[in-house]
C-alpha cells in the first residue's frame, strides 16, 4: 500500500492534489504537511505542520507515516522571491535538498518535485519554447528552479532517486487563493468579476503567457507519477502547456459573462517578470513520452471558474 506525504498541501495545487490522490489511494493513505493548514473544507484529515527547512521533524513524519513517495510542492513563488530573495532560496533549494537527502537515505519508491516556466529567461526562444533550450532565469524564483532541476536530475543518475518534474506554467484555479507569483493575475480577476468590482491588472493588456488550468495540472502531475520509469526520459523537468493568452484576452472572455466588469492596467515589478518568460511552449515530448495532452482552452477554462467561484467561501476572504 503506498504512503504518500504532500508537502504544501495548503497551497494553490497542493491542496487539489490532496484531493485527488485521496480519491485514488484513500484519504487515509494521504498525509498532507504545511506549515497553515487551509481554509475550511480543504483540510485534510491526516494533516501534519512542516517547514521544509527541519529535516529532522522531515525524516521523522516520513518514518512516523512510513511513507513510500513524496510530493514536494513547498515554495516561494516568483513574485514574493523578489521581495524576499534569502527566505525564496532558503525554502526552494535547501528545503528540496532535504528532500531528496531524506528521500535517498530512507528508500523512498517516488518524488515529484515542480520547476517552472520562470528557468527560461531574456534569451530563451519566446514562441514554442523548446524542452531543450537557452535557460537564463532573472529571478531567485527562477534561479533556484533551474538549480531544482539540475539536483534532481544529479539525483536520479548519482542515486538512482526516481524524481519527477514538470515545469508549470501559471495555473489557474479556484480551490486555493494564489500564492505570490507574477500569474496570479489570471485568478485574481475572476474574484473581482463575480464581486462587481474593478480589477487593477499588474501586466500590461497584450502580455501573453503560458497557463494551464488546476485540473489539467493536477492531472499531467499524476500522470507523469504514475507512468513507467522506462518511458521517462527527461529526469530535468519536462515541458507541459495548455493555452496561452493575455490578460486583454482573459478579460474579454469574463466579460461575456459579466458585460459590466471593468478592468484598469497598472502594471508593476512583475511585467519585467513576465516579459522574461515564453509566450508558448512545445510540450512535444511530454506527449510522446507519456501521453500529455491538455483538455481546458481559454472558454472552457473561465466558464468552469465562474461556476465554482460564484458559491465560494473564498470570494468573501479574497
Same mark, same amino acid.
Given at each position: 500500500m503506498e504512503k504518500i506525504l504532500v508537502i504544501g498541501a495548503s497551497g494553490q495545487l497542493g491542496s487539489e492534489l490532496t484531493i485527488a490522490l485521496s480519491s485514488i489511494y484513500g484519504e487515509a493513505n494521504i498525509i498532507a504537511a504545511? &506549515?497553515? +493548514?487551509?481554509?475550511? %473544507?480543504?483540510?485534510? !484529515? $491526516?494533516? %501534519?505542520? /512542516?517547514?521544509? $527547512?527541519d529535516k529532522k521533524t522531515l525524516s521523522d513524519i516520513i518514518l512516523k507515516h512510513r511513507i513510500t513517495q513524496i510530493y514536494h510542492l513547498a515554495a516561494i513563488l516568483s513574485a514574493t522571491g523578489e521581495k524576499h530573495p534569502g527566505l525564496a532560496? @532558503?525554502?526552494? $533549494?535547501?528545503? /528540496?535538498?532535504?528532500?531528496?537527502?531524506?528521500? @535517498?537515505? &530512507?528508500?523512498?519508491? +517516488?518524488? *515529484?518535485? !515542480?520547476?517552472?516556466?520562470?528557468?527560461?529567461?531574456?534569451?530563451? !526562444?519566446?514562441?514554442?519554447?523548446?524542452?531543450?533550450?537557452?535557460?537564463?532565469p532573472n529571478t531567485v524564483y527562477g534561479i533556484s528552479k533551474l538549480t531544482?532541476?539540475? /539536483?534532481?536530475?544529479?539525483?536520479?543518475?548519482h542515486y538512482g532517486l526516481d524524481v519527477r518534474s514538470l515545469r508549470y506554467?501559471? &495555473?489557474?484555479?479556484?480551490?486555493?487563493l494564489p500564492g505570490g507569483g507574477t500569474t496570479d493575475y489570471a485568478v485574481d480577476i475572476f474574484y473581482k468579476a463575480i464581486k462587481g468590482e474593478q480589477y487593477s491588472c499588474f501586466l500590461d493588456k497584450d502580455t501573453s503567457l503560458p497557463m494551464m488550468y488546476m485540473p489539467d495540472a493536477v492531472r499531467a502531475t499524476l500522470e507523469i507519477m504514475e507512468s513507467d520509469a522506462d518511458r521517462?526520459?527527461? @529526469?530535468?523537468? *519536462? #515541458?507541459?502547456?495548455?493555452?496561452?493568452?493575455?490578460? /486583454?484576452?482573459? *478579460? #474579454?472572455?469574463?466579460? %461575456?459573462? *459579466?458585460?459590466?466588469?471593468?478592468i484598469e492596467y497598472k502594471p508593476?515589478?512583475?511585467? %519585467?517578470?513576465?516579459?522574461?518568460?515564453? +509566450?508558448?511552449?512545445?510540450?512535444?515530448?511530454?506527449?510522446?513520452d507519456w501521453g500529455w495532452n491538455p483538455e481546458f482552452d481559454l472558454q472552457k477554462m473561465a466558464k468552469d471558474m465562474i461556476l465554482h467561484l460564484k458559491d465560494s467561501e473564498l470570494i468573501i476572504l479574497q
Open positions: 504545511d &506549515l497553515h +493548514k487551509p481554509h475550511g %473544507e480543504e483540510v485534510h !484529515p $491526516i494533516f %501534519e505542520h /512542516l517547514d521544509v $527547512i532560496w @532558503r525554502v526552494n $533549494i535547501e528545503g /528540496l535538498m532535504n528532500v531528496l537527502d531524506v528521500s @535517498r537515505d &530512507l528508500k523512498i519508491k +517516488k518524488v *515529484y518535485w !515542480p520547476s517552472s516556466i520562470a528557468v527560461f529567461g531574456p534569451s530563451t !526562444p519566446k514562441e514554442n519554447t523548446p524542452q531543450t533550450t537557452i535557460t537564463d531544482g532541476e539540475r /539536483l534532481v536530475e544529479y539525483y536520479y543518475y506554467p501559471g &495555473l489557474i484555479g479556484y480551490k486555493a521517462i526520459t527527461v @529526469r530535468s523537468s *519536462y #515541458n507541459v502547456a495548455a493555452v496561452s493568452f493575455s490578460p /486583454l484576452e482573459l *478579460y #474579454n472572455t469574463i466579460k %461575456e459573462s *459579466y458585460p459590466e466588469f471593468s508593476d515589478f512583475r511585467q %519585467e517578470i513576465a516579459l522574461s518568460w515564453p +509566450k508558448s511552449i512545445d510540450d512535444s515530448q511530454a506527449g510522446l
